[in-house]
């Protein structure tokens, strides 16, 4: 039995695929979950249409994401830290941090995406990556200086 995928599956395809499956599992299992629907012309057609639209908003999904890793690969931002004798810093710089000044400068993320592995501790200028989405990733330029 032919049928045409709502959602990817994995092991099976795709969204809009047509795929050839069993009778008993496409009724029993696919279709009344919602994930596929019997292969006709008019459910092919809806398929049809359904993948363009999906492909057309992963297209700006990805361009606004290229866009956002171009923005934060030019940003540098500058974090005052108190320091004391032989400039050893009192507290870090956390992610936290990181993302106040961003939002600072009108650039809005979310905080989870800052990748800092361990907090900053120490005075100088670092490369911190930012996950923008699974195949997108930015490198941010920080500046820590005392204050």
């Given at each position: 039995?032919?049928?045409i995928l709502?959602?990817?599956?994995?092991?099976l395809?795709?969204a809009?695929?047509?795929?050839?499956?069993?009778?008993g599992f496409?009724?029993?299992?696919?279709?009344?979950d919602?994930?596929?629907l019997?292969?006709s012309?008019?459910?092919?057609a809806?398929a049809?249409e359904?993948k363009r639209?999906?492909?057309?908003?992963?297209?700006r999904?990805?361009?606004?994401?290229?866009n956002?890793?171009?923005k934060?690969?030019k940003?540098?931002?500058?974090?005052?830290?108190?320091?004391?004798?032989d400039?050893?810093?009192?507290?870090?710089?956390?992610?936290?941090?990181i993302?106040k000044?961003?939002d600072?400068?009108k650039?809005?993320i979310?905080?989870h995406?800052?990748?800092?592995?361990?907090?900053i501790?120490s005075?100088?200028?670092?490369?911190v990556?930012?996950?923008?989405?699974?195949?997108h990733?930015g490198?941010?330029k920080?500046?820590?200086?005392?204050a």
């Amino acid at each position: 039995m032919d049928v045409i995928l709502l959602e990817d599956v994995q092991g099976l395809g795709d969204a809009g695929d047509v795929v050839a499956v069993k009778p008993g599992f496409a009724r029993n299992k696919l279709i009344p979950d919602g994930v596929a629907l019997r292969a006709s012309k008019r459910n092919l057609a809806v398929a049809e249409e359904r993948k363009r639209v999906s492909k057309m908003r992963k297209d700006r999904e990805s361009e606004a994401d290229y866009n956002l890793v171009d923005k934060l690969s030019k940003t540098e931002i500058t974090i005052e830290a108190q320091v004391g004798d032989d400039e050893k810093m009192f507290g870090s710089v956390t992610a936290i941090d990181i993302h106040k000044a961003l939002d600072g400068k009108k650039i809005n993320i979310d905080r989870h995406a800052i990748e800092l592995e361990e907090p900053i501790k120490s005075l100088g200028i670092y490369h911190v990556p930012v996950k923008v989405s699974a195949e997108h990733t930015g490198d941010l330029k920080v500046y820590v200086i005392k204050a």
